[in-house]
């Protein structure tokens, strides 16, 4: 079987999660081919994958143009195959912040006219040294206001990547 992952990521979790989908995939015996949506698509043929999984971060409440640019204009190929969609926030990593993390979701599948076979919420990260002042600020007075960090100046890691094999497992076993 081939697998196709095609992803957008700003700070590098949503990479990080794309090459580790791409490991299990090839460890489960198929093929698994990286795409990330900000390059050229070039001669990438989405067509002849069997299963497509899309995933792309939050940032300010939407996920990486390139992501949608990717989904409009493969929209009909990817309606045709067996798809997941995994939209990586830091909604997604605390209690209460579920009706938001599948509110981003909602609004990436209406604004790009797809609805993905399945949908994945998935955990990010806090990485401070990929931050300058002004992705500092929004994210400690905005995403993160009203929600504790043990250590806020550290780096976090909240993907649950238990969680994340057993999605993918399902996902390319079916
Ligand atoms: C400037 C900035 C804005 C963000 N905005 C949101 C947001 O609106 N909602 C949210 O849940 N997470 C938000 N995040 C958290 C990211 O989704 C999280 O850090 C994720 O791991 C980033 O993935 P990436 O490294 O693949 O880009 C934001 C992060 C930054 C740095």
């Known amino acids: 079987m081939r697998v196709l992952i095609a992803y957008g990521s700003t700070e590098g979790q949503t990479r990080k999660i794309a090459e580790t989908i791409a490991g299990q995939v090839r460890a489960l015996g198929h093929e698994a081919k990286l795409f990330d949506t900000s390059g050229l698509q070039g001669d990438l043929h989405p067509e002849s994958f069997d299963k497509i999984i899309v995933a792309g971060s939050v940032h300010e409440e939407r996920h990486q143009e390139s992501v949608e640019i990717f989904v409009v204009a493969n929209r009909k190929r990817l ?88 999605a993918i497992n399902e996902f390319v076993g079916t």
Request: charged residues 25%; aromatic residues 12%.
């Open 79 to 166: 309606q045709a195959k067996p798809t997941m969609f995994i939209s990586v926030s830091l909604a997604a990593a605390f209690e209460g912040g579920q009706a938001d993390a599948q509110g981003y979701a909602e609004a990436f599948f209406d604004n790009v006219g797809w609805h993905p076979a399945q949908s994945l919420l998935v955990s990010g990260a806090v990485r401070h040294d990929a931050y300058g002042y002004y992705k500092e600020h929004i994210l400690e007075h905005v995403v993160l206001e009203n929600r504790d960090l043990d250590d806020p100046e550290s780096d976090h890691e909240f993907t649950d990547w238990n969680a994340l094999a057993k």
